[in-house]
């Protein structure tokens, strides 16, 4: 099946710093990806849809200048976590759909990188 | 609101049957998924139902009745590698995925 690679797996900060999390198909185009925050025992929370070559749809809640999207290409999308602060530590997940496959394909996840802010 | 409903968790015996629910109220439907997520884990595609009635695959299957909002996913011949959690998703009349919180699932030997 289709592979999704999420880099890195897990990350320790300090207080304002940032960070970036990667998200590339390996082996097919997604014009379309989508970034996912889990805390512990709870769902999945979709926190912005990355549309290559446009701008990220954010969902409700969630601030487009803390959580900077960018997906320069058909199998990038990064997810930068601005000035990040202890509330922000959690589980983040992408995911992409085959391009093409419309909105009914298979949803691919990436391994999730685990952030903790100290 | 759109709302989905599993259990928290459950516990079932290596070998046996084990059916997990799902009950949903979303605005529109386009189809409902099964993901399995191991502890740590992201999760993993297993099942997608758009049209009522049973799809199997192997030991697992997935059931949905449109009409009731209701969905199972049965795992039979359990095997301690299928401790995990289970989520249920609903894709609503815009496509956005609306996900369960996911059921616990613990297999003793």
């Known amino acids: 099946g289709a592979v999704v690679s999420q880099h890195p797996s897990w990350v320790i900060c300090k207080s304002g710093t940032s960070v970036k999390i990667e998200c590339r198909s390996l082996d097919f185009q997604a014009t379309t990806m989508f970034w996912y925050r889990q805390f512990p025992k709870q769902s999945l929370m979709l926190m912005a849809t990355s549309n290559e070559g446009s701008k990220a749809t954010y969902e409700q809640g969630v601030e487009k200048d803390k959580f900077l999207i960018n997906h320069a290409s058909l199998t990038l999308s990064t997810l930068t976590v601005t000035s990040a602060h202890p509330e922000d530590s959690s589980f983040y997940i992408c995911?992409?759909?085959?391009?093409?496959?419309?909105?009914?394909?298979?949803?691919?996840f990436g391994e999730g990188s685990r952030l903790t802010v100290l | 609101g759109q709302n989905i409903d599993q259990p928290t968790e459950m516990t079932a015996t290596e070998g046996a049957i084990v059916q997990i629910n799902c009950t949903y109220q979303t605005s529109g439907f386009n189809g409902l998924f099964w993901y399995q997520q191991h502890a740590g884990e992201a999760p993993t595609f297993l099942s997608y139902?758009?049209l009522d009635g049973l799809e199997e695959k192997g030991r697992f299957s997935s059931f949905l009745s449109r009409s009731k909002g209701y969905s199972y996913l049965l795992l039979k011949e359990l095997q301690m590698k299928d401790s995990a959690s289970y989520l249920c998703a609903v894709s609503d009349s815009n496509y956005q995925l609306i996900w369960g919180a996911g059921t616990k699932l613990i297999i003793k030997p």
């Open positions: 139902n758009v």
């Open positions: 995911s992409a759909r085959i391009t093409g496959t419309g909105d009914h394909g298979e949803l691919f």
